[in-house]
Antibody
């Protein structure tokens, strides 16, 4: 059964870069059928889509975050990653990674709380 | 595309019907395949969201049949036909017609 697990620091200083990874287990990242995505949820607020990446490297990003985002994939490790630069307190959130099946997110990681302070 | 859910919260008696509405700022119907690019999720406290419905009305494998999705174009509905205690959660709609955006969520509680 496919599982996703986020990893990274739980505390980031303002103006620095938030870096997270998502490890895929029980399956492979190497599938042309899926994209792999990031979604965040600030405390008490709605889910916000960050972006998606295909194992081949193509990406799509939330326009409001696009200039600050870098996404990458490492198929040898079955990992994909997110970097968000110039963070502020507004970037404090639970960050989820998920599998994107034709646009709907069908498998999610447990999420990682990241605080900017 | 802006997604707006109503109501923000609702309280329903056990065994009664719960209805959540979702409106998109533009049509989510792709004419070439006649599919509506809309999904519904359930998020219980302290857990990640769980996909319930995709293509507006297709139930994800393992989801109880008391959950159903309907609607087309810009107006969609998630119905829980007979509310169970384990259905207490936040429910979100999400469009994937143009990038992806979520509604603000609807909190379902027991009356």
């Amino acid at each position: 059964q496919l599982q996703l697990q986020e990893s990274g620091p739980g505390l980031v200083k303002p103006s620095e870069t938030l870096s997270l990874s998502c490890t895929v287990s029980g399956g492979s990242l190497n599938s042309s059928s899926f994209y792999w995505g990031w979604i965040r949820q600030p405390p008490g607020r709605r889910l916000e889509w960050i972006g998606v990446i295909h194992y081949g490297g193509s990406t799509d990003h939330n326009p409001s975050l696009k200039s600050r985002i870098t996404m990458s994939v490492d198929t040898s490790k079955d990992q994909f990653s997110l970097k968000l630069n110039s963070v502020t307190a507004a970037d404090t959130a639970i960050y989820y990674c998920a599998r994107d099946d034709s646009g709907a997110f069908d498998i999610w990681g447990q999420g990682i709380m990241v605080t900017v302070s | 595309i802006v997604m707006t859910q109503s109501p923000d919260s609702l309280a329903v008696s056990l065994g009664e019907r719960a209805t959540i509405n979702c409106k998109s700022s533009q049509s989510l119907l792709y004419n070439s395949n006649n599919k509506n690019y809309l999904a519904w999720y359930q998020q219980k406290a302290g857990q990640p969201p769980k996909l319930l419905i995709y293509w507006a009305s297709t139930r994800e494998s393992g989801v109880p049949d008391r959950f159903s999705g309907s609607g087309s174009g810009t107006d969609f509905t998630l119905t829980i036909s007979s509310l169970q205690a384990e259905d207490v959660a936040l429910y979100y709609c999400q469009q994937y017609y143009n990038s992806r955006t979520f509604g603000q969520g609807t909190k379902v509680e027991i009356k």
